[in-house]
């Protein structure tokens, strides 16, 4: 059984930091394509941040970059965001995904993931990211 559980959100003060977390169990991690992706009320879902099964590269949106750094543990089976100079904007539900490698996605690049979040089949329920002004 696939189980993908996100972790760390919380309340956090503009220009604070934050580290989400997001284990996978029931995939074999090496294989993986992940992901964030956030939303915001009224809002459409974001990528923040996908590698592709390879890792040879990582996306981000423009509008974290710099501030934001994806990482991963194999050993722990977990995927890493950490979020710093926090803004006001950057709150939202953000959520993990995972897609598993196969002859169809073998291609994929990091970037199409983040704009095609369909293409990822196991998602979290979320951890919801606070920011005060």
């Known amino acids: 059984q696939v189980q993908v559980a996100e972790s760390g959100g919380g309340l956090v003060q503009a220009g604070g930091s934050l580290i989400l977390s997001c284990t996978f169990s029931?995939?074999?991690?090496?294989?993986?394509?992940m992901g964030w992706f956030r939303q915001a009320p009224g809002k459409e879902r974001e990528g923040v941040s996908c590698?592709?099964?390879?890792?040879?590269?990582?996306y981000y949106a423009d509008s974290v970059k710099g501030r934001f750094t994806m990482s991963r543990d194999n050993a722990k089976n977990t995927l890493y965001l950490q979020m710093n100079s926090l803004k006001p904007e950057d709150a939202a539900m953000y959520y993990c995904?995972?897609?598993?490698?196969?002859?169809?996605?073998?291609?994929?690049?990091?970037?199409?993931?983040?704009?095609?979040?369909?293409?990822?089949?196991?998602w979290g329920q979320g951890t919801e990211v606070t920011v005060s002004s």
């Open positions: 029931g995939l074999t991690f090496d294989d993986l394509s």
């Open positions: 590698v592709n099964w390879s890792g040879t590269s990582l």
């Open positions: 995904a995972a897609d598993r490698k196969t002859h169809y996605t073998y291609y994929y690049s990091s970037a199409f993931y983040c704009t095609h979040p369909d293409r990822f089949h196991h």
